[in-house]
């Protein structure tokens, strides 16, 4: 079984900050790994995903994501946030096997950027 | 740019009674999900649908729900005798294939349930 841990359920940041979400998962087999943005009142936004290959990964909107196999981790980043990049940020993984590819998503960290 | 599209938005029941939540995936796409989110809680996987059978399903997705897919563009989840705790968000997505992992996500339907 999967489990993801968002450790932060709040983050507040002034605008032009750096930010940095954190995600750490465990799993017993490899997985892929992604992060979503929730706006107010809105679906699920893929930003960025891990599949294979480097393991920086840059995505929409600025956002990067570093995958850490020796830390289980797959923190978000972004160098200089906007205020319309307040939002709910969820981390998710999918394992590589089985045929339902299900996503497990952890309980979310609302951004909050302020002037 | 082709999106997920959920009906209703918002479902408002009496308990016991039934709701069909309906989407349309993206035209292309193969594989169809259902999750739900329960207020101020995490998303949670539901089921997984291809080639007009379920391929996977959680421990929430019991007897009271069913999936279907009745024509060539829409995808349903029943829930036939609703319970309070069946408030929540319902999101369905897609997928165009299993390889490339990306789930597209509708903007989700609201039940309540009273």
């Known amino acids: 079984a999967q489990s993801v841990t968002q450790l932060d359920s709040q983050v507040p940041v002034f605008e032009e900050a750096p930010v940095e979400l954190r995600c750490n998962y465990s799993s017993s087999v490899s997985v892929y790994l992604f992060w979503y943005v929730q706006y107010p009142n809105q679906g699920l936004q893929l930003l960025l995903k891990y599949l294979s290959g480097s393991t920086l990964v840059k995505g929409i909107n600025g956002f990067e994501a570093e995958f850490n196999k020796s830390q289980t981790s797959f923190h978000l980043r972004k160098p200089s946030v906007h205020i319309s990049d307040t939002a709910e940020y969820f981390c998710?993984?999918?394992?590589?096997?089985?045929?339902?590819?299900?996503?497990?998503f952890g309980t979310g960290t609302q951004l909050k950027v302020e002037l | 740019e082709p999106e997920v599209t959920q009906t209703p938005s918002h479902q408002v029941t009496q308990m016991g009674q039934e709701v069909i939540l309906r989407c349309v995936p993206i035209s292309n796409h193969l594989y169809f999900y259902w999750y739900r989110q329960i207020l101020g809680q995490k998303v949670e996987f539901l089921v997984s649908?291809?080639?007009?059978?379920?391929?996977?399903k959680s421990e929430i997705f019991d007897d009271q729900f069913s999936v279907e897919r009745p024509d060539g563009s829409n995808f349903t989840l029943k829930i036939r005798s609703t319970k309070l705790e069946d408030s929540a968000m319902y999101f369905c997505a897609s997928s165009e294939l299993v390889t490339n992992r990306e789930q597209f996500f509708g903007p989700g339907t609201r039940l309540t349930v009273l």
């Open positions: 998710a993984v999918s394992d590589l096997g089985g045929g339902g590819n299900k996503l497990t």
């Open positions: 649908f291809y080639n007009n059978e379920i391929s996977e």
